[in-house]
């Protein structure tokens, strides 16, 4: 291969310039793809499951404590109970002196109790349709409850029970059906079984953990993608301490939130997020961010740059969340610390890079670290907020948490075949959890709602 080299000075300086300039924009892509194959769950938005079996360790700080049951926790310790179901006396037989007989009458010296799975059975119950004649000479017959439709079916508890498994166990369709052949001796077939869920689905008091959301202080929001019938779907998410609430809408953005089945728009309290735009499309609620994902950002310039700013930056948030006793507390010379904050942000204005227009047309080029840097200044009383008002968390935790179970789900039932299974899935779960935290007995109250009966959100 021939090369026409440069004649003159200025050729051979113009040459050096468009190869210096090659140079410095393959580098750029060079270091832009050294950081994503470094990039993991601890210090970029990935999900931990990315990191395959490698353990990472966490941005946030660890708690150090004793094992075990922490003060004022109220523990789950077995207790007896005083009307046991059966009771068997164990009589002595002989004594040490080798007699038999006593003279005494039996007392009782010590109990144990025992706790234990009933064989399980189905219990089967008949109605009968009675008929009598009337004076007249007219024939009255009884009617049968309304909810007895055939000449045989399965009964609410059963209704109740495969709802639980399949929403909260994660089991399959097919996988209950064994499962109740192996307990009870009957098998459910799977259409049985996905008419159930339906039909739970369907008595779930909506409405009342949407309105009691709205109502709520502090409101955590997260959403996450599904696979239903092989698309991609989101599935959003608004929980509270004691309320969770869930849907699945085509899009992610503006348009699922602003939707009929999002509360976001009757909402005006504080909504903990991440930092996904379409949140602040929402005037109507003021908006604290996820410090968990902050703190993650500012580790991967960190480790990719050895961030100066980044490193000050990530110590004040942690040094923050011990003042405020892990995000529980205010603090009260927060005056210091947003003074701190905003100095931090000037040494980040002159370490990173300005953004860089490659061409007329395109955007401005940022690096990630100056990204973030306008991100933190843009929402600075958003990241601070939990440090302001005692209820605001430091981590948007609580959503994750709630969200995390459709992940398991996906992954052991092998996803959602239709937008009806979705949308059941997604009401049976979002009672469910509900009630759990409220410490209410889940499968009776499951039981009772799809019996019809009156619920009562908050109990008194």
């Known amino acids: 291969m021939e090369v026409n080299l440069p004649e003159t000075i200025e050729e051979c300086h113009s040459l050096i310039r468009n190869l210096l300039s090659i140079i410095e924009m393959m580098q750029a892509e060079i270091d832009q793809l050294k950081a994503r194959l470094n990039e993991n769950s601890q210090n970029s938005n990935r999900p931990p499951s990315s990191d395959g079996f490698n353990k990472r360790k966490s941005a946030m700080p660890k708690n150090i404590g004793k094992r075990g049951g922490q003060p004022r926790h109220p523990g789950k310790t077995l207790e007896k109970v005083a009307t046991p179901d059966l009771v068997i006396d164990c009589e002595p037989q002989e004594c040490e002196c080798g007699e038999s007989t006593f003279i005494s009458e039996m007392e009782i010296a010590e109990t144990r109790q025992v706790f234990d799975l009933p064989d399980p059975r189905l219990e089967v119950v008949e109605y009968r349709r009675l008929k009598r004649k009337c004076k007249c000479g007219k024939e009255v017959s009884g009617k049968f409850p309304e909810a007895v439709l055939g000449q045989t079916q399965y009964g609410v508890k059963v209704q109740a029970m495969v709802s639980l498994l399949s929403v909260q166990g994660c089991l399959s369709h097919r996988k209950i059906g064994r499962l109740f052949a192996d307990l009870y001796g009957y098998e459910l077939n799977e259409a049985t079984t996905q008419e159930m869920v339906n039909r739970s689905a369907e008595k779930m008091p909506m409405e009342e953990i949407k309105a009691g959301i709205r ?48 509360i976001i728009s009757g909402f005006s309290g504080i909504g903990v997020h991440d930092c996904w735009a379409s949140y602040f499309g929402f005037d109507g609620m003021k908006h604290a961010l996820c410090n968990a994902h902050i703190l993650r950002e500012l580790t991967g310039i960190i480790e990719t740059s050895e961030s100066k700013w980044g490193l000050e930056m990530k110590e004040l948030l942690l040094e923050m969340y011990e003042k405020s006793d892990k995000g529980k507390a205010m603090i009260e010379e927060i005056g210091e610390y947003e003074k701190r904050y905003e100095e931090i942000l000037k040494d980040g204005e002159a370490e990173e890079e300005p953004p860089k227009k490659i061409n007329a047309k395109g955007k401005w080029k940022r690096t990630k670290g100056r990204n973030l840097l306008e991100r ?76 019809g009966k009156p619920f009562v959100l908050f109990q008194t």
């Open 215 to 262: 109502e709520s202080v502090v409101v955590n929001f997260d959403e996450t993608g599904i696979r239903e019938e092989g698309k991609l779907k989101w599935l959003h998410n608004a929980s509270t301490r004691e309320l969770t609430y869930q849907f699945v809408h085509q899009k992610r953005g503006t348009q699922a939130l602003s939707s009929a089945e999002s």
């Open 376 to 451: 933190m200044s843009k929402h600075k009383d958003s990241v601070m907020m939990f440090a302001k008002i005692e209820e605001v968390p430091f981590t948007n935790n609580q959503a994750e948490r709630d969200i995390r179970p459709v992940k398991v789900k996906q992954k052991v039932s092998g996803g959602f075949r239709s937008a009806r299974g979705t949308e059941s899935y997604t009401k049976i779960y979002s009672f469910i959890s509900t009630m759990r935290k409220m410490k209410r007995q889940v499968f009776q109250e499951l039981k009772s709602v799809i019996e």
